[in-house]
Nanobody, 125 residues
Framework: VQLQASGGGLVQPGGFLRLSCVVSGGAFRSLGAAWFRQAPGKEREFVAVINWNGALTSYTDSVKGRFIISRNDAANTVYLQMNGLKPEDTADYYC???????????????????WGQGTLVTVSS
């Protein structure tokens, strides 16, 4: 399974971006997917997760109400719509996929078997 993330860039505070992650080489429809991010000098952190059928989503508190995770199984793609961006959202964003548990383990990096490369999001005026 390979993941290819894209959509990062430079945006002003209050702006928006949509990240995409194309998943190939596996049964995407059976996999949950998530976005993590790593800011400069900080550890990678969970951002959002969507389960295998798109019925369940979860977000870290700092992005609730601003970010939306979604999936298009026909396109083997997971999206992260990011609205109302803040400077503290600046980070490398990584997509991940796997047989995600329903428990709180879904917030852990170790629950994901497949990772894409990062796409850099910079929020600055």
């Amino acid at each position: 399974v390979q993941l290819q993330a894209s959509g990062g860039g430079l945006v002003q505070p209050g702006g928006f971006l949509r990240l995409s992650c194309v998943v190939s080489g596996g049964a995407f429809r059976s996999l949950g997917a998530a976005w993590f991010r790593q800011a400069p000098g900080k550890e990678r952190e969970f951002v959002a997760v969507i389960n295998w059928n798109g019925a369940l989503t979860s977000y870290t508190d700092s992005v609730k109400g601003r970010f939306i995770i979604s999936r298009n199984d026909a396109a083997n793609t997971v999206y992260l719509q990011m609205n109302g961006l803040k400077p503290e959202d600046t980070a490398d964003y990584y997509c991940a996929a796997g047989y995600v548990p329903a428990s709180e383990d879904k917030f852990l990096e170790t629950s994901y078997d497949y990772w894409g490369q990062g796409t850099l999001v910079t929020v600055s005026s």
